[in-house]
């Protein structure tokens, strides 16, 4: 059974950094391209970040490029999300998310998605 455990949330001023991490087990991690979304209570969950299987190809929500970094360590099996520069706006449950896919490709998106994990609460003061 594939398991996704995120990490790395918590509490921040506003201007700060937060490196969220993803480990996961169960699966072959090296077939995943891997995906990080976001959900603020009663609102949609939103795309966030994503990268390829090799992490050769990311690509990120407007809101956050210039911000936000997504990597993977396919060694460890383990996919990061570091945010930098950080806003109240940025306050929400952070997902990591899996999809096994063929070849060196982002994921189609948060519904083609087969692997989630719980969340991790990032929350940024002002």
């Known amino acids: 059974q594939v398991q996704l455990v995120e990490s790395g949330g918590g509490l921040v001023q506003a201007g700060g950094s937060l490196r969220l991490s993803c480990a996961v087990s169960?699966?072959?991690?090296?077939?995943?391209?891997m995906d990080w979304f976001r959900q603020v209570p009663g609102k949609e969950r939103d795309f966030v970040a994503a990268?390829?299987?090799?992490?050769?190809?990311?690509d990120y929500a407007d809101s956050v490029k210039g911000r936000f970094t997504i990597s993977r360590d396919n060694a460890k099996n383990t996919v990061y999300l570091q945010m930098n520069s950080l806003k109240p706006e940025d306050t929400a449950v952070y997902y990591c998310?899996?999809?096994?896919?063929?070849?060196?490709?982002?994921?189609?998106?948060?519904?083609?998605?087969?692997?989630w994990g719980k969340g991790t609460l990032v929350t940024v003061s002002t």
């Open positions: 998310a899996a999809v096994t896919i063929l070849g060196e490709f982002l994921s189609p998106g948060a519904r083609s998605m087969h692997h």
């Open positions: 169960g699966g072959t991690f090296s077939s995943y391209a």
């Open positions: 990268i390829s299987r090799s992490g050769g190809r990311t």
